[in-house]
């Protein structure tokens, strides 16, 4: 390996995104409950998992909201490109249920709480970008301290 400074860059390049690819953060509301607490839990996301498509169904997320970019949701993926999903349009009222099939780079995104949850329901396939991280680690409270198994 070369001293320049384009090796150095890269070095330093590495070492920040590894750093910094995992953030500690407050998540709270009621459209994860039960799996997060309405009050509120303490995650640890991992903001490189996305990028290396470490992401799936089954997995939570955080993401940028397609509705007010100043805000960041945490939601399940539901279902990836080419799945086929079939939801209830809204379970407080009736069983109405359609399906879409999910279009290429984008994702289906709930809150575990249909109840509760303002999410894909309402505003379409998710594109990919808007993944800001994977949920991996519950660090509070201590009591519900562990991952999340994906």
Not at 145 to 150: D, H, I, K, M
């Amino acid at each position: 390996m070369s001293n320049s400074p384009a090796s150095l860059f890269k070095i330093v390049y590495f070492f920040q995104e590894l750093i910094f690819s995992y953030a500690a953060m407050q998540v709270l509301g009621p459209s994860m409950f039960p799996t997060l607490n309405i009050t509120g839990d303490v995650v640890v996301v991992g903001h490189l998992s996305h990028r290396l498509g470490k992401v799936g169904s089954g997995d939570l997320v955080l993401v940028r909201s397609p509705l007010d970019p100043t805000k960041s949701l945490t939601k399940r993926i539901v279902a990836m490109e080419g799945d086929k999903v079939t939801f209830f349009l809204d379970p407080t009222r009736n069983y109405s249920s359609r399906s879409v099939v999910v279009p290429k780079g984008h994702v289906w995104i709930q809150g575990d709480n249909l109840y509760a949850s303002r999410d894909l329901r309402h505003f379409g396939p998710l594109p990919y970008g808007l993944i800001q991280g994977k949920v991996l680690l519950r660090i509070w409270p201590p009591n519900g301290f562990g991952s999340f198994g994906q």
